[in-house]
T-cell receptor, first 113, second 116 residues
Framework: DTEVTQTPKHLVMGMTNKKSLKCEQH?????MYWYKQKAKKPPELMFV???????INESVPSRFSPECPNSSLLNLHLHALQPEDSALYLC????????????FGPGTRLTVT | KNQVEQSPQSLIILEGKNCTLQ??????????LRWYKQDTGRGPVSLTI?????NTKSNGRYTATLDADTKQSSLHITASQLSDSASYIC???????????????FGQGTILTVHP
C-alpha cells in the first residue's frame, strides 16, 4: 500500500469555525508533512513530524495546529482562519531519514468564507 | 539560497507530439532530483528520481536527464496523450545526514496542455 489518504476532499468553513483535516498512511513511514499550496504555485512546507514529534514548524500562524496521535495519522486543526488561508492542503509521508522520498496525498481543498 | 527554476512556465502541444521541460537548480549540497506530475486539485505524483551519479531515468513515456555539472535537468515526454495535461514540478532535495531533515526545494512548475 503506497497510498496517503486525506479527508475531507473539500471543506468550506467560516472564519469562526473549528475544523480538522486528517491524513493517514500505512507504509510504515516515520516522517509526515503538511504543505499549503495556492493556485499555480508550488507547495509550501508548513510542518514536519518525525517519529510523532514536531521537528519543523515553518513559522506557521497559531491558527493552524498540527497533531500526530500515532505513526499512521496526522491531523491539522484549524481555528479562526482567514480567507487568505483558502488553499489546497497536502499531506505527505516518507521513510526516515529518506525525507526526499515523499508520497503525497490527494489534498483537501479548503475554502474560508 | 536554494532555488529551482523551470521553463517554460506553460506549454501547449498537440496530442501525439513530444515535448521537453527544463529545470535548473542551485541547491547545495545536492542529494537528488525528482520530477512530479500534478493534476489540477490533486496531490503530486512522482515520475522519476535521480541521484548525483545518474544521468538518465525513464518511466514509460517519461525520460528524465540530469547534468550535475551544469545543474540542469530535463523531462522528455514522448507521444503525448490528453491525460498528460498537468503541472510538472521539479523538486530538488538538499543532502542531510543523521536525523537532519533534507528540505525539498520546489520549482514553480510547467503547466502542460495537450490538445486533440
Amino acid at each position: 500500500d503506497t497510498e496517503v489518504t486525506q479527508t475531507p476532499k473539500h471543506l468550506v468553513m467560516g472564519m469562526t469555525n473549528k475544523k480538522s483535516l486528517k491524513c493517514e498512511q500505512h507504509m510504515g513511514h516515520r516522517a509526515m508533512y503538511w504543505y499549503k499550496q495556492k493556485a499555480k504555485k508550488p507547495p509550501e512546507l508548513m510542518f514536519v513530524y518525525s517519529y510523532e514529534k514536531l521537528s519543523i514548524n515553518e513559522s506557521v500562524p497559531s491558527r493552524f495546529s498540527p497533531e500526530c496521535p500515532n505513526s499512521s495519522l496526522l491531523n491539522l486543526h484549524l481555528h479562526a482562519l482567514q480567507p487568505e488561508d483558502s488553499a489546497l492542503y497536502l499531506c505527505a509521508s516518507s521513510p526516515f531519514p529518506k525525507t526526499y522520498e515523499q508520497y503525497f496525498g490527494p489534498g483537501t481543498r479548503l475554502t474560508v468564507t | 539560497k536554494n532555488q529551482v527554476e523551470q521553463s517554460p512556465q506553460s506549454l501547449i502541444i498537440l496530442e501525439g507530439k513530444n515535448c521537453t521541460l527544463q529545470c535548473n537548480y542551485t541547491v547545495s549540497p545536492f542529494s537528488n532530483l525528482r520530477w512530479y506530475k500534478q493534476d489540477t486539485g490533486r496531490g503530486p505524483v512522482s515520475l522519476t528520481i535521480m541521484t548525483f551519479s545518474e544521468n538518465t531515468k525513464s518511466n514509460g513515456r517519461y525520460t528524465a536527464t540530469l547534468d550535475a555539472d551544469t545543474k540542469q535537468s530535463s523531462l522528455h515526454i514522448t507521444a503525448s496523450q490528453l491525460s498528460d495535461s498537468a503541472s510538472y514540478i521539479c523538486v530538488v532535495s538538499a543532502g542531510a545526514g543523521g536525523t537532519s531533515y533534507g528540505k525539498l526545494t520546489f520549482g514553480q512548475g510547467t503547466i502542460l496542455t495537450v490538445h486533440p
